[in-house]
């Protein structure tokens, strides 16, 4: 009897089953279950935001940019790479007023604010 319990496991996890079986079925019940049924949260995955967002405001506009954007550029240098970004993601001509870092509570840099105008 428990030959075959060890058989039948062995069996299952090389899947040896031919097509057609009802074991065969149970398996892909099973795997089909587990991808469709798992909830997002248990691997962690979330959507993805986008790295450039505009937000209106009563002096201009405020364009949120990722971290990643402007990793590696020096300050004096961010503000003509900022405008090359929010120029070539709108199409339109925006002048970068500044650019400040958003610092999270660990004081690690979670993105940038620039204030643009037309």
């Known amino acids: 009897m428990a030959g075959g319990f060890w058989s039948g ?34 691997f962690r995955d979330q959507p993805k935001p986008a790295n450039i967002v505009m937000i209106a405001g009563h002096q201009g506009s405020d364009v949120w940019l990722a971290p990643e954007l402007l990793a590696g550029v020096a300050e004096p240098q961010r503000r003509a790479k900022a ?4 120029q070539s993601k709108f199409g339109k001509d925006f002048t970068v007023v500044s650019v400040q870092a958003i610092l999270d509570p660990e004081k690690e ?7 643009v105008q037309p």
């Open 9 to 42: 496991l062995r069996r299952f996890i090389m899947w040896d089953y031919p097509r057609a079986t009802w074991q065969y079925d149970v398996m892909v019940a099973l795997i089909l279950g587990f991808v469709f049924l798992t909830s997002r949260e248990w």
């Open 83 to 86: 405008t090359a970004l929010i």
């Open 109 to 115: 840099i979670s993105g940038y604010m620039a204030l």
